[in-house]
C-alpha cells in the first residue's frame, strides 16, 4: 500500500522529471528541485492552513483579553485552562487546527526522503530494488542515474566543496566545506522564524526557542552526514517555505491592517 500509494509515484516522477532534463550531468539534482517544487504546491494547502492557524494563535496570545485571563487565573491551573478554552470557542478557533495538516504532511515528506534515496542507487542490489519500482512507461536504461551536479557534486554522496589551499587534516573543512549543509542550516532557521509567529505563553516560548536553534542544527547534521542529493531538498524546500511565510506574513499583516516590516 505505501509503495503503491506513496513511494512509487514519486520515484517515477522524479525519473521522469530527470528524463525531461537529458538524463545528463546536472539532470537529477534540478529534478530534485522540480519535484520539491511541486510537491510543496500540491501540500500548499495544507501548509497554509497549519501555518495561518499558527498565526492566529499567536495574535490570541498577544491579545490583552488572552493576557487577562492568564493574570487573572495563574493560581487556577484548570480554571485558567477553561476559560482559555472558551475564548477558543468565542472566536471559533481549534487549538489543534494545525496539527492535523502536518500530520497529513508526514506521510509525504518521509516519501520523498526514500524516494530520493532509492534513485540515487548505485549498488547492484539497490539498483535491482529500484527497478522493481519503476513503471513501465519509464525507460530502464535511465538507471543507474548520472549523479553529478555543479561540476564536483555526487547526489550519492556527502557535499564538500574542495578547497585545495587548505590542509586535509583540518577538522569539518579539512575534507571540503559543506556548503549544501550551512545553507540547510540558515534556511532551516529562517523559515522556522518566518513560520512559527513568538508565543506570550513562558513555556512554549522558551519551546519554541529551542526548537528554532536545534531544529535547524539537526537537519544540517543530516545534510553532512548523508547523501546531499537530501541535502539539495532540503535547500530548495527551506527556500520555498521562507518564500511561502514571507508572502503568509505580509497578507496576514495586510488583512488586520498592521504596517508590513
Known amino acids: ?144 542515474l548520472n549523479n553529478q551536479f555543479l561540476g564536483y557534486m555526487n547526489l550519492g554522496q556527502p557535499e564538500r566543496l574542495p578547497l585545495p589551499f587548505i590542509p586535509s587534516d583540518i577538522p569539518i573543512i579539512g575534507e571540503g566545506l559543506p556548503v549544501l549543509a550551512i545553507l540547510v542550516v540558515i534556511t532551516s532557521y529562517l523559515q522556522t522564524k518566518l513560520t512559527t509567529p513568538p508565543s506570550t505563553d513562558g513555556q512554549g516560548a522558551a519551546m519554541g526557542q529551542m526548537m528554532s536553534l536545534y531544529m535547524p542544527l539537526f537537519i544540517g547534521y543530516l545534510a553532512y552526514s548523508f547523501a546531499s542529493g537530501l541535502a539539495l531538498y532540503f535547500v530548495a524546500s527551506n527556500l520555498l517555505g521562507i518564500i511561502q511565510g514571507f508572502v503568509m506574513r505580509r497578507m496576514r499583516q495586510t488583512a488586520a491592517g498592521q504596517p508590513t516590516k
Not at 528524463?19 to 500540491?42: E, H, M, Y
Not at 487573572?72 to 472566536?91: F, P
Not at 506521510?107 to 542507487?121: D, F, S
Open 1 to 144: 500500500m505505501w509503495n503503491t500509494l506513496i513511494l512509487d509515484p514519486m520515484i517515477n516522477a522524479l525519473l521522469w522529471i530527470y528524463q525531461l532534463f537529458g538524463a545528463g550531468p546536472n539532470s537529477f539534482g534540478f529534478a530534485i528541485i522540480i519535484f520539491t517544487a511541486l510537491i510543496r504546491v500540491i501540500t500548499l494547502p495544507l501548509t497554509y492552513r497549519q501555518t495561518k492557524s499558527s498565526m492566529v494563535m499567536a495574535e490570541i496570545q498577544q491579545s490583552k483579553k488572552w493576557q487577562k485571563i492568564q493574570e487573572k487565573y495563574k493560581d487556577n491551573k484548570q480554571k485558567l485552562q477553561e476559560e482559555q478554552m472558551k475564548l477558543y470557542q468565542e472566536l471559533g478557533i481549534n487549538p489543534l487546527g494545525g496539527c492535523l495538516p502536518l500530520l497529513i504532511q508526514f506521510p509525504i515528506i518521509i516519501g520523498l526522503y526514500q524516494a530520493i534515496i532509492r534513485t540515487m542507487a548505485a549498488a547492484p542490489l539497490q539498483l535491482l530494488d529500484l527497478s522493481s519500482h519503476i513503471y513501465s512507461i519509464i525507460p530502464s536504461s535511465l538507471i543507474p
